[in-house]
């Protein structure tokens, strides 16, 4: 499945050298002008976090927290007003192929079949704007190529039967299954995703699961998973962050904006295992105690750290 | 079948549909056969008869306007009709003994009918297509760019609030009364609302699609020329089948005020003649364009486009 002919930024495997975390957010603070109250309002509260390639990272916490936001200034759509948040050492300027992005809903382009859906962004990547117009013989070799690769990918993925249908025509898990290969099929250094099994049906949110499983163990693919789903992010993550603005602080019992609250690391069993395991109701649980009640307020040097990588607090 | 929405028997619709032409033919038929009673000559509402000499006089070769010509050695009336239009058959229009030397007025025969509806659909044409050109370019590039958008939104908001034919008069003096105004007035008669339309489209499309292909790796001019112009393209010819109509109004009231030539100068000129038959004759013809070239437009969306949910 791994097919750009260019090089992308690929996963650097593991040294604790600052430039080797996939994500880094530094003290990250968003605030946005709220023109009803007349004055700006915090979201992020100085969010501490570092992600190692490979890992299978979920955002979960109450609705309206920032999950998004955080997810925003992972891909690059907005800047945080204070601190720095970095990708492979970089910041994001702007959305560029290094992350790539599924949604939960507007996944695909409706007005190309699933085929050009898929090879979109190699042609992207290889063809000049104009050789389409100037040179169309050289244009059409090349995008033989192109779809003879999106093909590839649409048999491993099983959906090759509707390489030529538009997106209207296929079920909104089939959709998705298409838009995870749009987005991986360019090679990103992580994957980012928004809730992207939230609006299908518990059968199909959980096979797309599974599947969304294997492709990662199969290219090891770093993955940000934002969800609302706890059962979710717990089954399917290597690591969960839960966000949340019910904490306090030393100086200011009711600060406002979220901080991460929890930063909880899952066992590496199988997957059905753990499914089973009496430990997967409990972590559901304790996520639920640190970060969704308003009257559970850990301050910052309580807040729960259990993944190897979760940033030590600050003095 | 009266509770709303309820659905219709197919035989029963088509005939509902057919029903209000059918009543409109027969209520016609039975008020000018009554005119015709009082007074056979009546032209307000013209017989079949009537229709049928007005249908003669657009389609065969009639006396469309004059030219004057020097009489050349050897030159007689026939030979002089003949050189203008080709067909001695009507030399007969010519009176009387031609002298070498004079200046004579020499009819030019011409089929009004092909004339005027090829006059008019060069008009329409060409203001569609520049006013289409201007629109989307414009549109596009205010769709996609905010500061463009910021420019130019508040001035072409108010342009759209002139009723175009107003600033006919404007156009005139510029241009003059030829061909280039009555032009120049569809095309910037049927731009600026076509501007806001897709504008509109253009920033209705999902930024979650936008910032998906910048992701891919696309440019910025590929964001706009993959994803946003494909996107709004079966609008934009909606946009045009909906230009259509107040752009009918314009080349018809232009060639109405100025021209000699066309579907709306004929329909003016023999008003004062009281020429009904003609009359009713070329709002049908021009009726019948305008359904043919909708259909095309709106079966050109549905077929390519049907990914599109377009009204």
Known sequence: MSTSATTDEKPISA????????????????????????????????????????????????????????????????????????VFGREPKAPDRNRGIVYQRYSLFPNMR?????????????????????????????????????MHFLETIGLAEHADKYPHQLSGGQQQRVAIAQALITNPSILLMDEPFGALDPGTREELQRWLLEIQAKEGTSIFFV??????????????????????????????GAKIVADIGIPNISKDDWLHAPEFRETVDHILDTGFHEDTKLDPANFVRSHSDSVPPRI | MFRVRDRVPSALGFILGVLP????????????????????????????????????DVWRQRVGSYEDVVVAEGDTAASLADRISGDSAFSEEIKGEVVV??????????????????????????GMLIGVGIALTLGLLMGVFTPVEKLLYPVVAALAKIPPLAILPIIFIFQGIGEPAKITIIAL????????????????????????????????????????????????????????????????????????????????????QLGMNVILIYVAWIMVIGLAIDAILRLTITRRYGWAEVK
């Open chain 1, 227 to 256: 969800t609302h789903d706890l059962e979710e992010a717990v089954f399917l993550s290597s690591r969960v962050v839960v966000l949340s603005p019910h904490y306090t602080l030393m100086d200011n019992p009711n600060p406002e």
């Open chain 1, 15 to 86: 040294s604790t050298s600052a430039s080797a975390w996939v994500v880094e957010a530094d003290r990250a603070v968003q605030r946005y002008y709220d023109t009803r109250v007349r004055r700006d309002r915090t979201i992020l509260n100085e969010i501490e976090f570092r992600m190692r390639p490979g890992e299978f990272c979920s955002v979960v916490g109450p609705s309206g927290c920032g999950k998004s936001t955080f997810l925003r200034l992972v891909l690059g759509c907005e800047r945080p007003k204070a601190g720095r948040v970095r």
């Open chain 2, 189 to 272: 008669g049927i731009a600026p609302t076509m501007i806001l339309d897709i504008l509109m489209r253009a920033k209705d499309i999902a930024t979650e699609l936008i910032t998906k292909a910048y992701t891919l790796g696309a440019s910025t001019l590929e964001v706009v020329f993959k994803v946003v112009l494909p996107q709004i393209w079966p609008s934009f010819l909606n946009a045009i089948r909906l230009a259509l109509g107040p752009a009918w109004v314009f080349l018809i009231a232009s060639e109405a005020i100025a021209a000699d030539a066309g579907l709306g100068y004929r329909i003016f000129v023999v008003q004062r």
């Open chain 2, 21 to 56: 032409f059918v009543l409109i033919l027969v209520l016609y038929t039975v008020a000018s056969q009554r005119r015709h009673a009082e007074n056979p000559k009546d032209k307000l509402m013209p017989n079949l008869a009537q229709i049928a000499k007005g249908w003669d």
């Open chain 1, 114 to 150: 699933v085929l050009d859906n898929v090879a979109f962004g190699l042609e992207l990547d290889e063809v000049n704007f104009l050789m389409k117009w100037i040179n169309y013989p050289s244009y059409r070799k090349q995008r033989k190529i192109f779809e003879a690769k999106a």
């Open chain 2, 101 to 126: 030397g004079e200046n004579v007025r020499v009819p030019i025969m011409e089929r009004y009918f092909l004339k005027d509806t090829f006059a008019s659909l060069r008009r329409l044409g060409l």
